[in-house]
C-alpha cells in the first residue's frame, strides 16, 4: 500500500490477556518507529528499529512489552498480560532513515477493561 | 516524559486569520519538526528544521527557530476550516539518533 497500514485498528481486551499488534510500514522504509499516545496528549516513544535491528527500546514501558522485526518489514508490538494503563493509542510510524520526515499510521486503539 | 512544550494548549481562530504556536525544548538537537493529527487519525509531518537553521516557509507555513532560546514557532497565514487540527513539535536530540520526542500539542480549531 501507498501509507502506513496498522491492524486491527480497534481492540479491546480484557485485563490480564495478551495483544498483538501489527504494522506494514511503507516499502523500502528502514526505520520504523512505534509511539504510544495517550487521550490529550502527544505521542510517547516506545521502540525504534532499524531494518531487524531494535537499536533503542528505552521508552518500553516494562517488560511486558515486545517488539519485533524478524524480516525488517512488518512490526508486532506485543503487550503481555494487559494492564488498564496500557489503554492507549499506538502508532507506528516508518522513514526512509532515521528520524526525519516520520510517515504514521492510524494507530490502534486499545481499551483494556 | 515528552521535549517539548507547546503553547498555547488551545487556540480558536476564524477562518482567514493567522494561527501561531510556539515550542519549547530542553536539550540540544540536531532538529525539530511539526507535525498535524486529525481528530482519530495519525500525524502528517509538516515541515522541518535543521539546527542551523532560522527560518523555514513551506506554503501558508513558517516555521523559525531560535536555538540560544531553544525555542520554534509555527505560523500558519490565511487559516481554513481544514486546518483544524493538533499541532505537535518533535524534537530530534543530538545523542539520540533517530528517536523523536513529542510536545503535548496545540489544539486548534478554525470556525467559518
Known amino acids: 500500500g501507498a501509507g502506513v497500514s496498522q491492524s486491527p485498528r480497534y481492540k479491546v481486551a480484557k485485563r490480564g490477556q495478551d495483544v498483538a499488534l501489527r504494522c506494514d510500514p511503507i516499502?523500502?522504509?528502514?526505520?520504523l518507529f512505534w509511539y504510544q499516545q495517550a487521550l490529550g496528549q502527544g505521542p510517547e516513544f516506545l521502540t525504534y528499529f532499524q531494518n531487524e535491528a531494535q537499536l533503542d527500546k528505552s521508552g518500553l514501558p516494562s517488560d511486558r512489552f515486545f517488539a519485533e522485526r524478524p524480516e525488517g518489514s512488518v512490526s508486532t508490538l506485543k503487550i503481555q498480560r494487559t494492564q488498564q494503563e496500557d489503554s492507549a493509542v499506538y502508532l507506528c510510524?516508518?522513514?526512509?532513515?532515521?528520524?526525519?520526515?516520520?510517515?504514521f499510521g492510524s494507530g490502534t486503539q486499545l481499551s483494556v477493561l | 516524559s515528552q521535549q517539548g512544550e507547546e503553547d498555547p494548549q488551545a487556540l480558536s481562530i476564524q477562518e482567514g486569520e493567522n494561527a501561531t504556536m510556539n515550542c519549547s525544548y530542553k536539550t540540544s538537537i540536531n532538529n525539530l519538526q511539526w507535525y498535524r493529527q486529525n481528530s482519530g487519525r495519525g500525524l502528517v509531518h509538516l515541515i522541518l528544521?535543521?539546527?542551523?537553521?532560522r527560518e523555514k516557509h513551506s506554503g501558508r507555513l513558517r516555521v523559525t527557530l531560535d536555538t540560544s532560546k531553544k525555542s520554534s514557532s509555527l505560523l500558519i497565514t490565511a487559516s481554513r476550516a481544514a486546518d483544524t487540527a493538533s499541532y505537535f513539535c518533535a524534537t530530534d536530540a543530538d545523542d539520540s539518533w533517530g528517536k523523536l520526542q513529542f510536545g503535548a500539542g496545540t489544539q486548534v480549531v478554525v470556525t467559518p
Open positions: 516499502s523500502g522504509h528502514v526505520s
Open positions: 528544521i535543521r539546527s542551523n537553521e
Open positions: 510510524a516508518s522513514s526512509l532513515q532515521g528520524g526525519e520526515k516520520l510517515f
